[in-house]
C-alpha cells in the first residue's frame, strides 16, 4: 500500500479535509464552466444536459427499469457527447488555462532581463501606425478589422487571405480598407510589427449580439474566443471603434482605451506630445 493512502486510511481527520476540499474544487469547477458558458448558445445546451441527468437519477431511484436502461445508454457515452457539443468551450477553456498558467510570463519564472531576444521582439509593437490608421478610418466610417498577435502566429488564418509580409505603416492600413481597394474584406492579421496578410477569413462567434453589430465584429469575437489575439473593429455604419479580447467584445472605446489595452500586452515608445485625444463619435 502506497504511504499516501495508508494515511489517508488513517487518518480520518485528513480525511474530511481532503472531502471538503473535493466538494469545493468541484463547486468551482461548475462556476468556471457556467462564466465560461454564460452568454453562449452553449449555456442552454448544458443546462438541458443537466435535466437530463437529474432524470436519469430520478428513474434509476424509482427503479424504474426500461427507462433506467434506454438513457443508461446516453450516459455511457456522455463524454465523447460533451467533447462534440461543446468542442469550442473546451478550446477556450484550456486557452484561457494557458494565458493564465504559462511559464513565459513576466515574473512567474523568467525575470524580465533574462528574457530571449525573440520574446522581446515579440512584445514590441508601432502603436502609433495602429492608432493613426484607427483615427483615419473611424473619422471617414470605413470598415476595418484589424487582428493583433499576442502570441500565437494565426498562421492558418493568414493563408485563408492574401500574404503580405509587409512592415507595418498607417497608410498601408487605411489603402487596404479603402471600399474600392480588392482587400477591404476580411481581417488583416499583424504580427510582430508585421502585416503578414490581409482580407483573412477568421471564424464567426455564436454569441448573442446586438442587431447593430455586424459580420466585422461577430469574426472579432470569434477569432478572441479561439486565439490569444487582439481584435480592433472599426464600424462602417458608424464608425465607433470596438475590441474583442478573451472572448469579450468591448465598443464605443477611445484611441486612448486602444493604448492602455495594448499596453498590457506590447512594449513600445510614445512622445508625449503625440498621445492619442478620443475620437468624437463614442456610443453612449
Sequence with gaps: MEPLTLLVNISPQLR??????????????????????KGTIAINIFFGLLVFYLFWWVVRFLNM????????????????????????????????????????????IFKPWKWS???????????????RALGWLSERKQGGLIVICTGSKLRSYAETGVLLEARLKAELLESIFCKEGPLHDGAVIICENTVTAAACILPLSEQPLPPQLGLRHRAALGISEQSDAIALVVSEETGHISVAHRGKLQTGI???????????????????????NPPAIVDK
Excluded at 16 to 37: E, K, N, Q
Excluded at 117 to 131: A, T
Excluded at 254 to 274: A, D, K, M, N
Design 254 to 276: 477611445t484611441l486612448y482605451t486602444v493604448r492602455q489595452i495594448l499596453g498590457e500586452y506590447f512594449i513600445f515608445h510614445w512622445p508625449e506630445s503625440e498621445e492619442p
Design 65 to 108: 427499469k426500461l427507462l433506467s436502461t434506454v438513457l443508461g445508454q446516453f450516459i455511457g457515452v456522455g463524454v465523447i457527447a460533451l467533447l462534440i457539443v461543446f468542442q469550442q468551450e473546451i478550446r477556450r477553456f484550456f486557452l484561457w488555462l494557458g494565458r493564465n498558467v504559462s511559464i513565459r510570463r513576466p515574473g512567474l
Design 16 to 37: 474530511i479535509v481532503l472531502d471538503v476540499l473535493d466538494v469545493v474544487l468541484f463547486i468551482g469547477l461548475l462556476y468556471l464552466l457556467y462564466r465560461l458558458l
Design 117 to 131: 531576444y525573440q520574446r522581446i521582439k515579440e512584445r514590441q509593437l508601432d502603436l502609433g501606425q495602429i492608432i
